[in-house]
């Protein structure tokens, strides 16, 4: 399973805590993120993580490309609903493809929490049977 984590700044420190609390389930997934989240993700947990830009230099499109492909599984981004963000068409956009191509998504933390019970318990395990996305994914 790929797994996207991604947190606007307000929200670093709920999504390091987010990863240390559930690294078991992280250490079993493929994990992607931007820039400086990911930096934080690996600070803080010593996890594997594949990083892309950060959000405004065009990391959310770059996840939102890998959403197109069928090549992620899960999103987790811990957006600040309370600061506007240059790259708002962006955010936009990412969320708008989680929902084209049906990708269980989370914006807050106790959504996040209960996907990834979810994901542990195998209630997502039916994305494997996708059908483009490719089967090492
Ligand atoms: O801006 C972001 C998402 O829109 C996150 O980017 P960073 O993880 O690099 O801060």
């Not at 493929?30 to 990911?38: D, L, S």
């Not at 993700?41 to 990391?59: C, N």
């Not at 987790?76 to 600061?83: A, E, V």
Request: hydrophobic share 45%; aromatic share 4%; proline share 6%.
């Amino acid at each position: 399973m790929n797994i996207a984590l991604i947190a606007h700044d307000s929200k670093k420190d709920a999504m390091v805590d987010l990863a240390i609390a559930y690294q078991h389930i992280f250490r079993q997934a493929k994990v992607f993120a931007t820039g400086t989240t990911g930096k934080r993700i690996m600070d803080a947990t010593g996890l594997p993580v594949h990083r892309v830009q950060s959000g405004p230099y065009g990391g959310d499109q770059q996840i939102g490309a890998k959403i197109a492909e069928e090549q992620m599984d899960l999103v987790i981004f811990l957006r600040d609903p309370l600061t506007a963000q240059p790259h708002e068409p962006d955010i936009t956009a990412l969320l708008r493809l989680c929902d084209v191509h049906n990708i269980p998504v989370a914006t807050n933390l106790a959504t996040a929490e209960i996907l990834l019970r979810a994901l542990e318990r195998g209630d997502l395990d039916w994305r494997k049977a996708v059908p483009g996305r490719p089967a090492d994914a």
